[in-house]
């Protein structure tokens, strides 16, 4: 069983930024895949950072050079520092993670970017 749970959403103002966390139970060592994902409004889930034990890290090409993922194994943990923040990126983001062919999600925390 894998439970992710999402922190540091919030309401910010264009050109400001955020730092989500995500807490993951057990080792994040063992995740074939680690990262994030957003939704926003009438529109599809897509992927904002990933990293990949095979193919390494990628980003979505609309937060390229504007988002940073990381992760701290010892704390159990994956982070996304969002810098230069756009209205465009105001979405639900979600923690999300690869065990043994099975994807698990987190609940999702809302980020909201004001013009």
């Known amino acids: 069983q894998v439970q992710l749970v999402e922190s540091g959403g919030g309401l910010v103002q264009a050109g400001g930024s955020l730092r989500l966390s995500c807490a993951a139970s057990?080792?994040?060592?063992?995740?074939?895949?680690v990262g994030w994902y957003r939704q926003a409004p009438g529109k599809q889930r897509e992927m904002v950072a990933i990293?990949?034990?095979?193919?390494?890290?990628d980003y979505g090409d609309s937060v390229k050079g504007r988002f940073t993922i990381s992760v701290d194994n010892a704390k159990s943990s994956v982070y996304l520092q969002m810098n230069s923040l756009k209205p465009e990126d105001t979405a639900v983001y979600y923690c999300?993670?690869?065990?043994?062919?099975?994807?698990?999600w987190g609940q999702g925390t809302q980020v909201t970017v004001s013009s």
């Open positions: 999300y993670a690869v065990w043994v062919r099975v994807s698990y």
């Open positions: 990293i990949t034990k095979t193919t390494g890290t």
């Open positions: 057990g080792s994040i060592f063992r995740f074939n895949s």
